[in-house]
């Protein structure tokens, strides 16, 4: 099992930013990517980002492409994604997701999931 707890959520004005991280904990040599998913009211979970266990392979969503930063302390067994020009549209519940298989951005294959941080960004 891994265990994984966001933090670094809040609300933010349109244009700012903000730096969420992920503590993983437990069985982490199991771990081969690390993702961040969103879910807003109403609408699916959606993937946002992910990165190799080593780091040497990232992946992001087409909606926070040159925005959107992930990366990892593996000494730490943490990820972070910096968010930098959030826009309103960002808002919604950011978890972190540990997948034994595959990179992304398929959540299925996301084995390990982390109770999420809220990101509001007003306009």
């Known amino acids: 099992q891994v265990q994984l707890v966001e933090s670094g959520g809040g609300l933010v004005q349109a244009g700012g930013s903000l730096r969420l991280s992920c503590a993983a904990s437990g069985r982490t040599s199991s771990v081969f990517a690390t993702g961040w998913f969103r879910q807003a009211p109403g609408k699916e979970r959606e993937f946002v980002s992910s990165?190799?266990?080593?780091?040497?392979?990232?992946l992001y969503a087409d909606s926070v492409k040159g925005r959107f930063t992930i990366s990892r302390d593996t000494a730490k067994n943490a990820v972070y994604l910096q968010m930098n020009s959030l826009r309103p549209e960002d808002t919604a519940r950011y978890h972190c997701?540990?997948?034994?298989?595959?990179?992304?951005?398929?959540?299925?294959?996301?084995?390990?999931w982390g109770q999420g941080t809220q990101v509001t960004v007003s306009s």
């Open positions: 990165i190799s266990y080593g780091g040497g392979r990232q």
């Open positions: 997701a540990a997948s034994h298989v595959a990179l992304g951005p398929n959540p299925a294959d996301f084995a390990w």
